[in-house]
Every structure is written in structure tokens, then in C-alpha cells.
């Protein structure tokens, strides 16, 4: 049985050049051939010679198995492919990566860390699971498919867009594209595939992954031990573990006058930390009105220059040592103790207070939030694929500063009607004195139409203005 390839495979090919002789014979004049008695033949063998493309595959992924690379003296497979095939580098790659996304075992993108004990996930792992049972489904059928090389270099080609974290993965839409492939030309596969991975990895917005940390946060208590004690655990983003460490500051116990505090000299950090944490939930449960002001304060740094030219994957310094991302630096301003720094270029602090006191810090930063998505309205593309766009144009005197700066979507930006003019079909991104918001103006006198998209709905400045009731910004 395992050895029915070895043995058989010479023969089937031995086939193969006989037919191929024949046919080459049929077709040694071409003028003379009759066409009509041959052409459905030579259709036919067009839709044989598809089936190669995954053989092509299936060999590779064999040969990637068996260490061929050996076969010529090198550690790569790929070698062994370009000299005994007499194939290209591009193609033996192809070849190899098509085999293993075929017969590799799928791979799941983030296995959970172990330290996550707690059922708060359950939905997001069962959802894990389900996904790896499809892709391993679809990986099987992908295998039974046919599709010759050219449209497989095509679903290739488009498939290396898809990340990793997309729904559905990508066997399932390789499993897809295949079918697909069947019964539509080239071009169509690549537009329609270009179309499914588009569809497939809106599901991991940059918003979404920047939260990642966010979503899982949980603290959970242990059930007590032989002596009554408990373990804590969790996991916490990095605006919260910030305060839960501000809090938590040996250094600052003078706050707690009146505590057990007072008779800590020689106590370790650990245990200081425990007298603290009881000391903080005593008062919070004997407060009736459940007022955390002053228990902490968390500073972010950061320059002038910094903050007006954010970027989602930035991340901020804080006295605590831990690093804040923009959305951390909105969950932040929630907390009305927490003060903020900004640093001009030179270093000197420009402006430093709490929370209330930099609430134009804190809209600057909301600013920044509501462009997750292009400003215009209805419009759902990520702040990734927009560039920024100045409202007043930087040709008349409009400044490079937040509050002249949207983003815009390569269509959108295109369209704008930057010079304002009557006679244009196209309107241009502007703010909207009564609310502050960018959005879109079709006409002069026209209101100001904004993006109520709900990728644009869960920016952190829409929470915020949701808090604030539409406070103007900026
Ligand atoms: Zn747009």
C-alpha cells in the first residue's frame, strides 16, 4: 500500500509520454489537422493537465518531507525542486507553499496564554475552536479541489493579504477560492477573492486588535485554602495595571494615615502592598458615595509634536512605567485624577495638571479617536488606509496642526474639493462650528454631514463625546 506510488508511478508516466507522443503526432502539421475532429479532445486535455497544478503541490510538500534537498546536496527543498524539475525559484516556492498550506496542520494564530484561568473568554476560545474545526474541514476539501497553476497563483497571490486573525481563515477561503475556480475565469477569481479577503479581515479592525489587551481584563480571587487564605490573579491592560500600581505604591502610604500602615517599617514590598489594598477597599466601601479621587495619580508623558501626529500603535511613557496606547490614554481620561504632561520639543513642560484641567488634552486625544475611520460620511475605511488631509489647504495658509488635520480615504481625499468651488459636483471635509466634528459639506451653507458608520460609532471619542454630550472639540 505505502509503497503502491513508488511502484505504479513509473508506469502512470510511462502513460502519459506515450499519450503525449500521440498527441504531439496528431499536431505535428498543425495545418493539416482537422479541427473539428480534435478540438473537444484537446479541451478535455486542457482540464487533465489542471489537475497537474496539484500534484505539483502534493510532490512538493513530499519532497519538503523527505528532505529532497539532500538529493543535490542542500538543506532546501527548494533546490532539489529547481534542478531536478527544471523549474523556476518563483515557481519551486510556490509549489512548496501551496503544498504546505494544503498538507501542513493549520495553524491556530495566538494560542490564549495559560495564565488566563478564567471563563470570562470562554466565548472568544469556543469561537477559536469552532474557526480551527472549519479551517481543518476546509483544508481537507481544498485538497480534493482542481484548479490548474495559473488560477492557483492567482489565489495565491491574493490570499497573502489575509491576516492571520481574519474570519473566515485562510483554508476556508482557499477551500472557497478553489471552488470558486471551477467555473470562473482568472480575472474573475481575482477580483471576487480580492473582495472575500477585504470582507474577511474587517473583522480584525485595528481598533479591535488595539483593545485585545482591553477585552481580556479580569481579576479573579482563588477559593480559599487550608488557612482561610486566597491567591489573586488577573490580567489587566496597561492603563489599568498603571493604577492598580499607582495605587498599590508603597511610597505613597502617607495617604492612609489612620491605617495599620503606620507600623510597616521593616515590611516587605509584597506585604506592604496587601495592607494598601485592604486599606484602599475599606475606605472605598465606607464612602457611600464611592469617591476614588486622589487615590492615584498616573502622568503621561509626551511631546506636543507627539500627540498632534498620534498614531494608532503609538505608545506613551507613564510615571508608573507602564506604557500607554492612545485608546488606554482615552479609558484614561475618564478618570478625572489622573494628569497628564506635555512636553514641547525642547523638553519643557508646556502644560500639566489633572484631568479636568487638560480637558483639551483630553479632546486633542479624542480627536484623534474619532478619525479611527476616513471622516466622510458612511465611510468605513480604516485610519491605516487614509492619509491625512488638511481642511484649510497648507497652500493657503491652513497650519499643520490637529485642528486643521482629517484623515481621508484615498477615494474621498481624491474627490475633495479642496478649493471650495460652487461649480464642482463635490463637496469638501470640513468642521462643524456647532459640534467641532469633521465631517462632509456637500455645498457652501450646507450642514456639515458626519461619519455615523459604526466603525466610526466605536472610536473612544465617540464615547467620550457620548459622556461630554457633544462637547465641542478643539
Ligand atoms: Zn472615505
Known amino acids: 500500500m505505502e509503497r503502491m506510488n513508488h511502484s505504479g508511478a513509473d508506469v502512470l508516466v510511462a502513460q502519459i509520454d506515450q499519450a503525449m507522443t500521440g498527441l504531439a503526432e496528431l499536431l505535428a502539421e498543425p495545418a493539416l489537422a482537422h479541427f473539428e475532429s480534435i478540438h473537444p ?33 542542500s538543506s532546501r527543498s527548494t533546490d532539489y525542486l529547481m534542478q531536478r524539475l527544471d523549474i523556476s525559484r518563483a515557481e519551486a516556492t510556490a509549489r512548496l507553499r501551496r503544498g504546505k498550506a494544503l498538507y501542513d ?35 481537507a476539501a481544498a485538497r480534493g479541489r482542481e484548479a490548474a497553476g495559473e488560477k492557483r497563483a ?5 490570499l497573502r493579504n489575509l491576516s492571520p486573525h481574519a474570519t473566515p481563515g485562510f483554508n476556508e477561503l482557499l477551500d472557497r477560492a478553489l471552488e470558486f475556480a471551477q467555473s470562473n475565469a482568472v480575472g474573475v477569481v481575482r477580483h471576487w477573492l480580492r473582495e472575500q479577503v477585504r470582507l474577511a479581515n474587517r473583522s480584525v479592525s485595528r481598533l479591535h486588535e488595539s483593545n ?31 493604577a492598580l500600581s499607582e495605587a498599590l505604591n508603597p511610597a505613597r502610604s502617607n495617604i492612609l494615615d489612620g491605617t495599620a500602615l503606620k507600623t510597616t517599617e521593616g515590611m516587605s514590598m509584597g506585604k506592604k502592598r496587601a495592607h494598601l489594598l485592604t486599606a484602599m477597599c475599606r475606605n472605598f466601601l465606607n464612602d457611600k458615595t464611592l469617591n476614588l479621587k486622589g487615590i492615584g495619580s498616573i502622568v503621561v508623558s509626551m511631546t506636543l ?15 508608573t512605567g507602564h506604557l500607554l496606547d492612545p485608546f488606554a490614554l482615552i479609558r484614561l481620561g475618564e478618570a478625572r485624577s489622573d494628569g497628564f504632561v506635555i512636553h514641547a520639543q525642547d523638553g519643557q513642560p508646556l502644560h500639566a495638571g489633572t484631568g479636568k484641567r487638560t480637558a483639551g488634552v483630553m479632546q486633542r486625544i479624542a480627536l484623534f479617536a474619532s478619525e479611527l475611520v476616513c471622516s466622510h460620511p458612511d465611510c468605513d475605511r ?6 491625512a488631509h488638511h481642511l484649510i489647504p497648507a497652500a493657503r495658509g491652513g497650519p499643520t ?24 459636483p463635490f463637496g469638501w471635509a470640513d468642521r462643524d462650528e456647532e459640534s467641532g466634528r469633521v465631517g462632509h459639506r456637500r455645498r457652501a451653507g450646507a450642514p456639515v454631514m458626519v461619519n455615523g458608520t459604526p466603525a466610526a460609532r466605536r472610536s473612544g471619542a465617540a464615547k467620550v463625546r457620548a459622556r461630554r454630550g457633544e462637547a465641542s472639540v478643539v
Open 154 to 158: 492567482v489565489i495565491d497571490e491574493e
Open 401 to 424: 496642526s490637529i485642528s486643521n488635520l482629517t484623515w481621508l480615504c484615498w477615494g474621498h481625499h481624491r474627490d475633495n474639493n479642496d478649493d471650495r468651488d460652487p461649480v464642482s
Open 212 to 242: 485585545r489587551a482591553f477585552n481580556r481584563r479580569y481579576v479573579s480571587l482563588s477559593e480559599p485554602d487550608e488557612h482561610g487564605g486566597v491567591r489573586l490573579s488577573g490580567y489587566l491592560p496597561a492603563d489599568m495595571a498603571a
Open 105 to 139: 496542520p493549520p495553524v491556530e494564530p495566538e494560542p490564549e496564554p495559560d495564565d488566563d484561568p478564567v471563563a470570562d473568554d470562554d466565548a472568544t476560545r469556543a469561537a477559536a475552536r469552532e474557526k480551527a474545526e472549519r479551517e481543518r474541514k476546509a483544508q
Open 382 to 387: 480604516p485610519m491605516s488606509e487614509c492619509q
Open 305 to 319: 509634536d507627539e500627540l498632534e501626529n498620534m498614531r494608532v500603535d503609538d505608545v506613551f511613557p507613564t510615571n
Open 41 to 73: 479532445a484537446f479541451e478535455a486535455l486542457e482540464k487533465v493537465f489542471a489537475r497537474k497544478a496539484g500534484l505539483d503541490a502534493a510532490f512538493a510538500w513530499a519532497a519538503d518531507m523527505n528532505e529532497a534537498g539532500l538529493k543535490v546536496g
